[in-house]
């Protein structure tokens, strides 16, 4: 059981926006910053959003994030077909001490 | 471009000594003002933070996990380490190692580099 909550899974049409939430506790998501990582079928976790909001370099502004309270969001738009994989939610819990993940969501581009 | 790539044992035995190797080039482990973290992924997905250390030696452990981690820092060889003992089948995962970006306070907390992870099956 992860301490934060992911829907398993979401779906959307290719050019569509979906929307991925992220639910924790004031330990973690209440206080501390939100990051988003991205992973493809049989590679490492990518970063994609880090601090709540924030790209890397590289990362298309079709991605973005937001917070509120305890939860957090991943937003895709213009959804396409090479997002079709499994993003995991992420933050440092105040309680437990130490970095904490969702269990994933495995988005599927219909 | 920073590079991470894991190295270690893909079979270990129960009740024996795990080891594994994160070299790192495109960057200095010394230079500071990053940290060098271990993530395992068991089967199934689940991502778990194993802990981090800094060039200097210093060292933090996910106090959840049962203290049967050790990591080490090789500075010349611009390396670390994990060392995991007395492995079961439950300590059977993908094994990434990633560098680490935290603020003081932990409020700000990511991973921004990862290996391309390893896979390590505890088996007899």
């Known amino acids: 059981q992860s301490v934060l909550t992911q829907s398993p899974s979401a779906s959307g049409t290719p050019g569509q926006k979906v929307t991925i939430s992220c639910s924790g506790r004031s330990s973690n998501i209440g206080t501390n910053n939100v990051n988003w990582y991205q992973q493809l079928p049989g590679t490492a976790p990518k970063l994609l959003i880090y601090?709540?909001?924030q790209r890397p370099s590289g990362v298309p502004d079709r991605f973005s994030g937001s917070k509120s309270g305890t939860s957090a969001s991943l937003a895709i738009s213009g959804l396409q077909s090479e997002d079709e994989t499994d993003y995991y939610c992420a933050a440092w819990d105040d309680s437990l001490h130490g970095v904490v993940f969702g269990g994933g969501t495995k988005l599927t581009v219909l | 471009q920073v590079q991470l790539q894991e190295s270690g044992p893909g079979l270990v035995q129960p009740s024996q000594t795990l080891s594994l190797t994160c070299a790192v080039s495109g960057g200095s482990i010394s230079s500071g003002g990053y940290f060098w973290s271990w993530i395992r992924q068991l089967p199934g997905k689940g991502l778990e933070w194993i802990g981090y250390i800094y060039y200097s030696g210093s060292t933090y452990y996910n106090p959840s996990l049962k203290s049967r981690f050790t990591m080490s820092v090789d500075t010349s060889n611009n390396q670390f380490s994990l060392k995991l003992n007395s492995v079961t089948a439950a300590d059977t995962a993908v094994y990434y190692c990633a560098r680490d970006r935290h603020s003081s306070g932990y409020s700000e907390y990511y991973f921004d580099y990862w290996g391309q992870g390893t896979l390590v099956t505890v088996s007899s």
């Open positions: 601090n709540n909001d």
